[in-house]
């Protein structure tokens, strides 16, 4: 145990040091260093030895990521972004998959899959990472609405695609037809009761948060909440079942942990606004009672009390989203760590034509359809504008991760082509990390001075409009 955590804060410490110091991606960084750990000075795993426990670890650990990216959103850019994420991580998903149908044969010429196998291939390839997109964007100065753009795209795209792999590819690889009708209901019903979900879960985390003003203690009921929804939806027909419902059905854990995490982020946030509206006024009041001749002491002292209460609760809440944002930094330590004790290098290699076919045509594919994206956006007034610079940073966003294993174990194990499969999602994954994050931090680089222009202008633009 002890050697674990020397391994985790040693690897973390590292590669916080190379993204400080040289803009490496702290995502970058660890994989990196978790790879040259295992191969030089561990050769035996710490935390898992096969595809199965990691994905398990991956299912563990996934809330607490998707709880610190989500604290990051609001409502108030859900509203002003919702048609453009919507397009992004739901459109062009489908629409990916939908291409790869027609297109697979090319690459996979050899293997003969099915319209079902290649749903599922592309499925696992289409998730991203928002861990990584979020730390490359923590080091630049962005426009805030191409921040929410890929950041936005990167939670709810993994939605989308695990949607899409369980409810259509796993069904169809079962043998079922899919029809319209069974893709449009089993969509809406995920999609809308999964939010419902996760927005009743998010009240109930407010409820508790109430009883207490301890940060541990909040901390605590944050975490709960979105392990909560998330745990709730993964096994909704339990609950069915209890209720004598005597159903199959689940809903998307990552959407209702998402739902549950902005409403309760929202509603902690409403109240901050209130307070610091209240903040003024009492400052107003203290400022006038000081210039009257025999000010009220008295008054005074209970105004400045009502002043460092509310100073006390923001640097609390602020303080709180950095304890889970550090949470959520182990938690990517521990799952590079983890990936790089499940590689097979010579399973790789075997595979490597179709790794780098797959990744050059999801690289393609993302890039036509982000494309299609920015030519829509400019024709319209209801979506943000997006130009090139805009579509270079959303196509190389699209950074792969953890839960592409996780459907990886979702394969019922007699599936024929599942060795090549496991091959192509983690190679996949590996290219993305690092040629993707390159292409992203050169295109932010060389782009510096037009970013930081464009941002001064949607600050200037948010002023006058308030």
Not at 151 to 178: K, R
Not at 192 to 205: D, K
Not at 326 to 336: D, S
Not at 430 to 450: C, E, G, P, R, V
Request: hydrophobic fraction near 55%; proline fraction near 2%; glycine fraction near 4%.
């Amino acid at each position: 145990m002890v050697l674990i955590l020397l391994s985790i804060a040693g690897i973390l410490y590292f590669a916080l040091q190379l993204e400080d110091r040289f803009k490496i991606p702290s995502p970058l960084g660890i994989i990196s260093l978790s790879f040259f750990f295992h191969y030089f000075f561990h050769a035996s795993p710490l935390f898992t030895s096969n595809p199965e426990d990691f994905a398990a670890l991956v299912l563990f650990l996934l809330p607490v990521l998707l709880i610190s990216d989500s604290l990051e959103l609001t409502v108030q850019d859900l509203k002003e972004n919702g048609l453009s994420l919507f397009y992004l991580s739901v459109v062009a998903v489908a629409l990916s998959v939908l291409t790869a149908i027609f297109t697979a044969d090319l690459i996979f010429a050899d293997y003969h899959l099915s319209s079902a196998a290649v749903i599922i291939l592309f499925a696992m390839v289409l998730a991203t990472d928002p861990v990584s997109v979020v730390s490359i964007f923590s080091k630049f100065s962005l426009p805030h609405r191409l921040k929410i753009l890929a950041e936005g795209e990167s939670l709810f795209n993994d939605a989308t695609a695990l949607i899409i792999f369980a409810f259509i590819g796993l069904y169809a690889l079962d043998g079922s037809d899919i029809t319209l009708g069974y893709v449009s209901e089993t969509s809406v019903i995920v999609i809308l009761g999964s939010a419902v979900l996760g927005i009743f879960t998010g009240y109930i985390g407010l409820l508790v948060l109430k009883t207490t003003e301890n940060r541990i203690a909040e901390i605590l009921v944050i975490l709960c909440t979105g392990y909560g929804a998330f745990e709730i939806a993964e096994h909704f027909y339990t609950l069915l079942n209890l209720f004598g419902g005597h159903s199959h059905m689940h809903l998307s854990g990552i959407l209702s942990c998402i739902f549950a995490t902005i409403t309760v982020q929202h509603m902690m946030a409403k109240a901050l606004d209130q307070d610091a509206k209240q903040l003024d006024v009492v400052e107003e009041a203290v400022q006038q009672e000081a210039q009257n001749k025999k000010p009220s002491r008295r008054l005074i002292t209970s105004l400045l009390k009502r002043i460092k209460a509310t100073v006390e609760e923001r640097d609390r809440y602020i303080r709180t989203k950095e304890d889970i944002q550090l949470l959520a930094i182990i938690a990517n330590t521990v799952l590079f760590v983890a990936m790089a004790e499940i590689v097979d290098i010579k399973l790789l290699w075997q595979y490597k034509v179709e790794i780098l076919g797959m990744f050059l045509a999801t690289t393609i594919i993302r890039a036509v359809m982000t494309g299609k994206f920015a030519i829509i956006t400019n024709q319209t007034t209801k979506m943000t504008s997006v130009n090139f610079r805009w579509w270079g940073v959303l196509t190389f966003a699209g950074i792969k991760g953890g839960l592409s294993i996780v459907m990886l174990m979702m394969i019922p194990p007699t599936f024929e082509h599942l060795q090549m499969f496991q091959a192509v999602v983690i190679g996949v994954i590996l290219l993305s990390t690092f040629i993707y994050s390159a292409i992203l931090i050169t295109i932010i680089t060389k782009n510096k001075q037009a970013f930081t222009l464009e941002m001064e202008a949607e600050i200037k633009a948010h002023h006058q409009k308030n």
